[in-house]
Nanobody
């Protein structure tokens, strides 16, 4: 069964940090572009960050630039999102998704999705 499983979410105070993980099973991530997306209550799902299959290229939403870092470890079949200096507006369910081959990440263009992990930033 092909699936992505996110972990690492939770409750954190403003200014704190979390590291999300996205583990793949049933397939290898080597040839997939990986994206992190989030959806806050009452809002549409939005792209947060994207990393190419080799890890050599990344991009970020303006709202998280300088605070979040995407990475991947193909040997572990896992991708990560390091989130620092968290703000209340970062509160959302965070999803990882995979897209086969080249091309950047967008909601309608991903092949596989995880079920999400909740991140709550609150004092």
């Amino acid at each position: 069964q092909l699936q992505l499983v996110e972990s690492g979410g939770g409750l954190v105070q403003p200014g704190g940090s979390l590291r999300l993980s996205c583990a793949a099973s049933g397939f290898t991530l080597d040839y997939y572009t990986i994206g992190w997306f989030r959806q806050a209550p009452g809002k549409e799902r939005e792209g947060v960050s994207c990393i190419s299959s080799s890890g050599g290229s990344t991009n970020y939403a303006d709202s998280v630039k300088g605070r979040f870092t995407i990475s991947r470890d193909n040997a572990k079949n896992t991708a990560y999102l390091q989130m620092n200096s968290l703000k209340p507006e970062d509160t959302a369910v965070y999803y990882c998704a995979a897209r086969y081959g080249l091309g950047w990440c967008f909601v309608g263009g991903m092949d596989y999705w995880g079920k999400g992990t909740l991140v709550t930033v609150s004092s």
